[in-house]
């Protein structure tokens, strides 16, 4: 492995010296060092004459998506993008026919605002199979644009500007921002990576617990998580559960990767605990189950009232999610246990055989126990930080990541770290494993 303990800073001058192609766009929210998500900082431009700022405060408190970003800096540098979460492979052929014919059928005007009838009777009735919980599809179920407009009507719906929100970080990168345009301030509390292999991200009670008072209004728990791969253990949740009843709080639970799990780790959903279905909001989304993140349909389950709420905010903000393919998540949310269970042995297999590859090329990998990413650790690599890595890595070896960084508030705490996904085809990673044993060369 003879670069590494080489000069890094070096090898990455080396490689954005003389080219067109090198250097990232001066918006990137790579290089804006100022405005980490969810962090207080404000950026603002020059007052013109007449003293008015024509750009909000909120949008000065955070950057672009720098998961996104490494997706336009993959497409730029023609890398591998082993960055942003979305499969490259086909989606399952019957639900495709399903929106199709939803399309041939003229299903091409709104739904209801807070979603088409059979996709929410099919929400319910799969809450009933996979969580034992009976849900009213008419009081309880908001469909949104993906669980990412889930998550923002959510806490618009509930917030108040000063409640607090906490948040386990890493945490994936929508929340920062998501909180700052809702009006809530976020307490972080750290997942700790595993010290040996095959361990898992903990974290520790008594900072859980300092970080809960009388101003604390929500919780927002992702697990299966990303990027860690994390899920949260039975008792885990009982130890959240127990603070929430405690300090009168919200859970909000982001669980999209709910089906992808591995080695018989079990999903447990925190509205099923005892004390959680009235103080729980349920997100789920068809993205990740049934590989179609461009669809961008996604749903909050919750209790009457905060429905109603978030159906409010919902309605003005984007009225409704895509017509026909709500329709066709209808007919997915049928698809057969075996489905669901190809689903995860399929990610398994992706998961296996990308790790190796990142460990010969001199990563230390964090083994997930879900969802279908790999938090690694560069240290190794020498380089100054994950950013440098992960610039380097997309322009001169041609495999985007996602720098650990963006995961957290204090950049500093993810600069060791980097994130890959593996929801792509055999070859797509056999490409990826090429080019990465350059970095061992
Ligand atoms: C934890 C988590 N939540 C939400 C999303 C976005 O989901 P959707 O496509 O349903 O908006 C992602 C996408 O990567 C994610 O990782």
């Known amino acids: 492995m003879a670069k590494r303990g080489s000069t890094p800073a070096k090898r990455v001058k080396k490689s954005t010296a003389g080219t067109s192609k090198t250097s990232l766009r001066p918006k990137s929210p790579l290089l804006a060092k100022d405005t980490r998500n969810g962090a207080p900082a404000v950026s603002r431009a020059p007052a013109p004459a007449t003293g008015k700022q024509f750009l909000s405060d909120k949008v000065g408190r955070f950057t672009e998506s720098v998961i996104r970003e490494m997706t336009r800096q993959a497409m730029l540098h023609n890398a591998v993008n082993l960055a942003q979460g979305f499969p490259d492979f086909s989606a399952p052929a019957e639900i495709k026919q399903a929106a199709q014919q939803a399309v041939a059928a003229d299903v091409n005007q709104y739904a209801i605002t807070w979603g088409a009838k059979n996709l929410r009777n099919a929400i319910a009735r799969q809450m009933g199979v996979w969580q034992g919980l009976t849900v009213d599809p008419e009081r309880e179920i908001t469909v949104c644009c993906g669980s990412t407009e889930a998550m923002i009507s959510t806490l618009l719906a509930v917030c108040n500007a000063g409640d607090e929100v906490v948040i386990f970080e890493p945490f994936y990168e929508n929340y920062g921002p998501d909180s700052v345009l809702s009006g809530a301030k976020p307490k972080f509390v750290k997942l700790r990576p595993p010290a040996s292999d095959g361990g898992e991200w903990t974290f520790d009670e008594k900072e859980l617990r300092r970080a809960f008072d009388k101003h604390t209004k929500a919780i927002i728990l992702n697990t299966p998580n990303n990027p860690t791969g994390k899920v949260f253990t039975r008792r885990e949740l009982e130890l959240i559960r127990d603070l929430c009843v405690e300090f009168d709080v919200l859970a909000i639970t982001d669980e999209i990767y709910e089906h992808i799990l591995y080695e018989g780790t079990e999903h447990i959903a925190m509205v099923t605990l005892d004390g959680m279905r009235e103080r729980t909001v349920t997100i789920n989304g068809m993205s990740k189950t ?123 705490d993810g600069a060791r770290q980097v994130r890959f996904a593996f929801c792509k085809k055999p070859e797509t990673l056999d490409e990826a494993g090429r080019r990465l044993a350059r970095l061992a060369r």
């Not at 905010?313 to 489905?339: C, I, K, N, R, W």
């Not at 190809?342 to 083994?367: I, N, Q, S, W």
């Open 290 to 412: 049934y590989s179609v993140t461009g669809w961008r349909v996604g749903w909050a389950v919750a209790p009457e009232k905060i429905t109603n709420a978030i159906r409010k905010v919902h309605d003005f903000l984007t009225v409704g999610a895509p017509a026909p393919l709500q329709e066709a998540g209808a007919m997915a949310l049928s698809l057969p246990a075996e489905y669901y269970a190809k689903l995860a042995e399929g990610y398994r297999v992706r998961r296996d055989h990308l790790m190796p590859a990142l460990t010969a090329a001199g990563f230390k990998c964090f083994r997930p126990r879900g969802a279908y990413y790999v938090m690694t650790d560069i240290s190794a690599f020498g380089f100054k930080d994950d950013v440098s890595f992960a610039k380097y890595l997309v322009q001169e070896i041609g495999v985007a990541c996602v720098p650990g960084s963006s995961f957290y508030r204090d950049p500093r």
